[in-house]
């Protein structure tokens, strides 16, 4: 599940390089100046860290970084959900940067943005740099690491939160329409006061249209009747006289002509269409006479129908359909949204957040003294005798999605000094040895395969560097460690030594690691020993702690 290996092509001063990383402790080491970071910023870089033209071996195009993992079940997780395929138990991050600063980034061959790097990326490595104590001074941080020691889920109180959060959203929008509402009610009852005097009705429109136009052109339409009715019936030469006779002269010759029978009936049938229209026109000229007084109220009528249709900015006949949707409007906000449902719905969530934060404040309270007092026994060993460390939970102004407390660090560095909080320690490599040994504290509940520490050992020496490597090589049992490192103390504890070396030549400067023999560490860590140069004496010692570790 950890980190298997690691390759680098034209990164820096690297032109290309592949190393095999096994489980336990390992140490890399190297002259100063040799590199020994760049597997580190490297690594960073493939799980997300900011892209920067500067990581681009000087002349070439671009860098390359590639990284194989085991796949740990957070990650395989995140990678089902993030619909990238994982076949077997194989994980391979890729990321290049050209020499425009410009980056890519793949995991399992699938394109992915820096930002799902980072996801991934905590999920599988965690790295203590030089300044890996300054997130002890946040304490948001300082909370997450309490959690996680005390196996605390707080899961349930962001979910109570969220829904407490949801349900004041819902009072205050609520409310807020509330207050508005009314105004809106005043004036949907003034547009529909004003409306109800007119009360037009679905089809009414087309109705008056109708009637306006026979009443504004009787006198043309009286005319075009009597004109009709007289060239039907009432004239001298009138149609229906004209079919008449055109049926008698064909009936006189039926007896020479059968045909002349269908002819003759379709002409009385002729003739009986012609009398019902003319009977219709009398009809009509009887009940049709000019009405100025209707007409007039008709004009009215259409007027204040343009009038209200131009106010509701609609076509007259869609007026009846809005009208309609107003009402609908008046009735919504006559059934106004119950507050009183939602205010007990607040105080409800805000009761189920309370008691569930409490409990969360209970098991932290619980679990605080037996952290304090691993990590301080920690420190002591790592030369701060007399050191304490201190966990305080203290009640939060107000509340907050993690529950209502504020967790913070203090540490005393020597005894007789009271514990201050750790933003508050002055000495880098006090803290550096805190970072360590909380990291020492916490090994077990830490949710990645792989810890990695980038020269945390700095400013220490003696017995306390030999603690410092007893403790990684005892983290590494239970995880894979890699530590940077420039103590001979430190690396002499390792499962495994990789060595980072420089060399110069005529094409430039080129780094580059190994994997040391047993004899080869011997060397290694004589060199380390003896600063200036390898002796007899510094071989001697070398030999003997790769021997007692």
Same mark, same amino acid.
């Given at each position: 599940m950890s980190l298997q290996r690691i390759s680098l092509k034209d990164f820096v001063i690297v032109d290309e390089l592949a190393l095999d990383l096994g489980t336990g402790f390992t140490a890399l080491t190297g002259e100063t100046g040799a590199g020994k970071s760049i597997l580190i910023d =490297?690594?960073? %870089?493939?799980?997300?860290?900011? =892209?920067?033209?500067?990581?681009?071996r000087e002349g070439q195009l671009r860098a390359e970084v590639a990284v194989e993992f085991g796949v740990p079940p957070l990650a395989r997780l995140w990678l089902d959900e993030a619909g990238i395929d994982c076949e077997g138990n194989e994980l391979l991050v890729r990321r290049t940067v050209d020499n425009q600063g410009r980056s890519r980034g793949w995991v399992n061959g699938t394109a992915v943005t820096a930002t799902q790097l980072r996801e991934l990326g905590t999920l599988l490595v965690d790295i203590h740099g030089q300044h890996a104590w300054q997130g002890l001074m946040k304490a948001e941080s300082s909370r997450e690491l309490l959690d996680a020691y005390g196996h605390i889920d707080t899961q349930p109180v962001q979910a109570c939160w969220a829904e407490w959060q949801h349900a004041k959203a819902r009072l205050s929008e609520a409310e807020q329409a509330a207050s508005t509402g009314e105004a809106e009610r005043e004036r949907l009852l003034w547009q529909l006061a004003e409306a109800d005097k007119l009360a037009p009705q679905p089809g009414e429109w087309a109705s008056l249209q109708e009637e306006h136009t026979r009443l504004a052109n009787v006198v043309s339409l009286t005319e075009a009747a009597h004109t009709a009715l007289g060239l039907s019936s009432e004239d001298d030469v009138a149609a229906l006289g004209l079919l008449a006779k055109a049926q008698q002269a064909l009936e006189q010759r039926l007896h020479q002509e059968p045909r002349f029978a269908a002819m003759a009936e379709a002409l009385a049938q002729a003739s009986l269409l012609a009398e019902e229209t003319a009977r219709d026109l009398q009809a009509y000229l009887r009940h049709t006479e000019a009405d100025p007084v209707r007409l007039d109220e008709l004009e009215q009528r259409l007027n204040?129908?343009?009038?209200?249709?131009?106010?509701?900015? #609609?076509?007259p006949e869609e007026l009846p359909g809005v009208l309609a949707t107003l009402r609908q409007r008046l009735s919504a906000l006559d059934s106004a949204t119950d507050l009183d449902g939602l205010r007990a719905a607040v105080a409800m969530s805000e009761r189920a957040y309370a008691e569930i934060s409490k409990e969360i404040s209970a098991l932290r309270q619980s679990c605080k003294e037996k952290l304090a007092t691993e990590i301080t026994s920690t420190i002591q060993q790592l030369g701060m005798a007399g050191g304490v460390f201190e966990v305080q939970v203290t009640p939060l102004d107000k509340p907050q999605v993690s529950g209502v407390d504020r967790v913070e660090f203090l540490v005393a560095g020597h005894a007789g000094m009271s514990a201050k909080p750790v933003a508050k320690v002055a000495s880098g490599g006090e803290l550096s040895r805190l970072s360590l040994a909380i990291a020492v504290a916490t090994s077990q509940v830490g949710g990645c395969p792989t810890?990695?520490?980038?020269? !945390?050992?700095? @400013?220490? @020496?003696?017995?306390? =560097?030999?603690?410092?490597?007893?403790?990684?090589?005892? %983290? @590494? *049992?239970?995880?894979?460690?890699?530590?940077?490192?420039?103590?001979?103390?430190? =690396?002499? #504890?390792?499962?495994?030594?990789?060595?980072?070396?420089?060399?110069?030549?005529?094409?430039?400067?080129?780094?580059?690691?190994?994997?040391?023999?047993?004899?080869?560490? !011997?060397? *290694?860590?004589?060199?380390?020993l003896g600063g200036s140069g390898v002796t007899q004496a510094s071989v001697a010692h070398a030999r003997e702690m790769l021997t007692h570790g």
């Open positions: =490297a690594l960073q %870089l493939a799980l997300g860290d900011r =892209a920067d033209a500067g990581v681009v204040q129908w343009m009038s209200l249709s131009k106010r509701h900015r #609609c076509a810890l990695i520490f980038d020269e !945390v050992d700095s @400013g220490i @020496g003696g017995t306390v =560097a030999h603690t410092v490597g007893q403790l990684m090589a005892r %983290l @590494g *049992e239970g995880r894979q460690v890699l530590a940077v490192t420039h103590l001979a103390q430190v =690396a002499a #504890c390792a499962h495994h030594h990789v060595q980072v070396s420089k060399q110069a030549s005529a094409a430039g400067v080129r780094s580059g690691v190994k994997h040391l023999s047993q004899d080869e560490r !011997v060397t *290694e860590v004589a060199r380390m």
